[in-house]
């Protein structure tokens, strides 16, 4: 079973407005969780990690997510967008495999900004 | 320090024919990982190598896919005879952490197209 949901395939916001990616995990505990972006032709940046120190977590380039375990979620947000946001998005939680967990994806959110 | 890198960076080849990519972890990373992202599809795990021993590889699609992780360094993947369906990028990533607590470091990928 899928570990983690990303709700949107694409998000469209103007620049300077605020950024909101959605993720949502199943997990029968309190898992960690990453989210990573990918600029065009590029490989896949860290974000931001929670690995159950504190619920907000801030990461690079102004970025932060809460995890929110009633609602098992770990949104992706920015006050103000930026030109240079643009890029895919994507949120990753363990899956259980065999003896181990996989860091498993979700389907990705591209950010479009718009001037 | 030197990131993931991965050779080549792009492959085109005919069906039928054989590819060998390569992946170079971060030096001490003892776990290296294996994606594929297909075009317009999500990131799926291929397999995991902890050091030289294959610790899952239920991503696999068939048995035309061999990864090796000789050593416990470098690791290749090849593909044998190479199909349509096989296009896509393959990313690798390494880690230093056991279980999944730690960050993933991802190198470029290596697109593959196979005509």
């Known amino acids: 079973a899928q570990s983690v949901t990303q709700l949107d395939s694409h998000v469209s916001v103007s620049e300077g407005t605020p950024v909101l990616l959605r993720c949502n995990y199943s997990?029968?505990?309190?898992?960690?969780l990453f989210w990573y972006v990918q600029h065009p032709n590029k490989g896949l940046q860290l974000l931001l990690k929670?690995?159950?120190?504190?619920?907000l977590v801030k990461g690079i380039n102004g970025f932060e997510a809460e995890f929110k375990k009633s609602e098992t979620s770990f949104h992706l947000t920015k006050p103000s967008a930026h030109m240079s946001d643009a890029a895919e998005y994507f949120c990753v939680a363990p899956e259980r495999s065999g003896g181990s967990y996989i860091p498993t994806f979700g389907r990705g959110t591209s950010l479009i900004v718009h001037p | 320090e030197a990131g993931v890198t991965q050779f080549p960076s792009h492959s085109v080849i005919e069906k039928g024919q054989t590819v060998t990519l390569r992946c170079d972890p971060i030096s001490g990373h003892d776990n290296l990982y294996w994606y594929r992202r297909v075009m317009g599809k999500e990131i799926k795990f291929l397999l995991h190598?902890?050091?030289?021993?294959?610790?899952?590889e239920s991503g696999m699609p068939n048995n035309r896919f061999l990864a090796e992780r000789t050593g416990g360094t470098y690791s290749t993947l090849k593909v044998q005879p190479a199909e349509l369906e096989d296009s896509g990028v393959y990313f690798c990533?390494?880690?230093?952490?056991?279980?999944?607590?730690?960050?993933?470091?991802f190198g470029e990928g290596s697109r593959l197209t196979v005509l």
């Open positions: 929670y690995t159950s120190a504190a619920t």
């Open positions: 190598f902890v050091k030289e021993s294959k610790q899952d």
């Open positions: 997990s029968s505990y309190s898992p960690s």
């Open positions: 990533a390494s880690s230093h952490a056991r279980g999944f607590t730690g960050e993933l470091f």
